[in-house]
């Protein structure tokens, strides 16, 4: 596919290239717990909390909330 980065990043998810969620090999989390932790997290859960409850990263525990990550889960 010839054309910008965009476009192509834009037919990477349409084509089903770009690996996403659960797919991925090093995913921790699934669909159902992106849902939890940000439950929590509107809650006021502190990022410690649920770092260590979901197994993850402080930084994973930041991104899935503010959908910096998980973007795909509604």
């Given amino acids: 596919f010839v054309g910008t980065y965009k476009d192509n990043s834009a037919d990477a998810i349409e084509t089903g290239h770009q690996i996403r969620g659960v797919n991925h090999y090093r995913a921790k989390l699934n669909d159902v717990s992106v849902a939890e932790l940000r439950r929590r997290a509107a809650a006021g ?30």
């Fill in 45 to 74: 859960e502190s990022t410690k909390s649920l770092a260590e409850s979901f197994g993850i990263s402080n930084s994973v525990a930041r991104a899935a909330p503010s959908r910096r990550t998980w973007k795909h889960i509604a």
